[in-house]
């Protein structure tokens, strides 16, 4: 089925070409992008969205230039781009936030929890190394030395990252235009996050709803501006309506 929306989109692109109907094309890239997010081509959804995105870039505030910069996010955060998921994600979130549409920032404000939550590990694993290392060199020797200063500053790193995934959760909670949001339905992946000293308590039932339909397949959208009326757009791990 997916393989079908995605050709039948193909073949209409000429024919958007052909009447310069730019909001049309990039509503159809926009599709692709999320369908082959969903078949697990990241890098060709990758391709797509970076051109979408360069297309919007000097175009006026828009629901469909938000959602691009939400779904070239995601991308980027599956890849492990995480410095360039922050920008696209954190401007996606500016967009929605100035364009008034709380269910759509929130889910702006969960991808960006993950995208830090998603960096725990990596952390995790280097002070880990880091902790054993010291372990084999002796005491008050300039390697020691060298190693305790690394592994602090891994440290802090480790839990200002923890911090800011918590706060992205905590501000979507609190922004959450229903109580149905605001609701614990789905787990969130604490795995990471347990592993940090400072929340170690910490239970799903302190973070908000994750927003997580994973089950769904992504909306065709194909021939249906974005903003004209109750649309919504699913991503890998997001649910968003583009109103």
């Known amino acids: 089925r997916l393989r079908t929306v995605t050709g039948v989109q193909t073949c209409a692109l ?20 999320q369908i ?20 919007m870039e000097n175009q006026p505030h828009s629901i469909l230039k938000a959602a691009i910069n939400l779904e070239l996010g995601t991308v980027q955060r599956l890849l492990g781009e ?14 929605f936030a100035e364009l008034n549409t709380p269910f759509n920032r929130t889910t702006a404000l969960m991808a960006l929890g993950d ?35 690394r592994s602090a500053e ?11 995934a918590l706060s992205f959760y905590d501000q979507a909670s609190e922004i959450a235009p229903t109580p149905t949001l605001r609701s614990v339905d789905d787990e ?18 302190d973070l908000p709803h994750h927003l997580v339909d994973r089950e769904s397949e992504p909306l065709e959208v194909f021939g249906s501006p974005l903003g004209g009326g109750n649309t919504e757009a699913r991503s890998e791990g997001h649910t968003s309506e583009l109103q």
Do not use: C, W
């Open 14 to 33: 000429p024919i958007y070409a052909s009447l310069r109907d730019q909001t049309s094309l990039l509503h159809i890239q926009l599709n692709q992008s």
């Open 36 to 55: 082959l997010i969903r078949q697990g081509n990241l890098q060709p959804a990758l391709t797509i969205l970076t051109a979408a995105q360069t297309t």
């Open 82 to 95: 995480y410095s360039e998921a922050q920008k696209s994600l954190q401007h996606s979130e500016h967009l």
């Open 115 to 149: 995208n830090a939550r998603d960096q725990l590990p990596r952390l995790n694993q280097r002070f880990r190394s880091i902790q054993e290392q010291i372990a084999l060199v002796p005491p008050n020797s300039r390697g020691s030395s060298d190693m305790v200063t």
């Open 154 to 164: 891994v440290a802090t790193q480790r839990q200002e990252t923890s911090e800011r």
């Open 188 to 205: 969130v992946d604490l795995s990471a996050l347990d592993e940090f000293h400072g929340i170690d308590a910490m239970t799903v039932g």
